[in-house]
């Protein structure tokens, strides 16, 4: 099973960003994806998540800038971020179930 998320990258505050993370694993429909990230100094924290009827959750932190979303037929989900700040840099990663991906580098500078 593998998870490859990619999308990071440098980026000034106020601009937005789309990560991307692609899934090897059958009946990815089916399955609950999930986003989080590790600031530096922190420990890595749940974002958000979305279920396999669309329905989705995110932490107090991620509402109203972050929005999570998936392509069944293109085995991916993505995080689109709004309105970047500095404290928005990280490691974000993808997970479903047990796996997780490698996770990409955000750096927003301000």
């Known amino acids: 099973v593998q998870l490859q998320a990619s999308g990071g990258g440098l980026v000034q505050a106020g601009e937005s960003l789309t990560l991307s993370c692609k899934v090897s694993?059958?009946?990815?429909?089916?399955?609950?994806l999930g986003w989080y990230r590790q600031r530096q100094g922190l420990e890595r924290e749940w974002l958000a998540e979305?279920?396999?009827?669309?329905?989705?959750n995110y932490a107090f932190s991620a509402k109203g800038r972050f929005t999570i979303s998936r392509d069944n037929d293109k085995n991916e989900f993505y995080l689109r971020v709004n309105s970047l700040r500095p404290d928005d840099s990280g490691v974000y990663y993808c997970?479903?179930?047990?796996?997780w991906g490698h996770g990409t580098l955000v750096t927003v500078s301000s």
């Open positions: 997970k479903t179930s047990t796996y």
């Open positions: 694993l059958s009946l990815f429909s089916t399955r609950t």
């Open positions: 979305i279920h396999n009827d669309q329905t989705t």
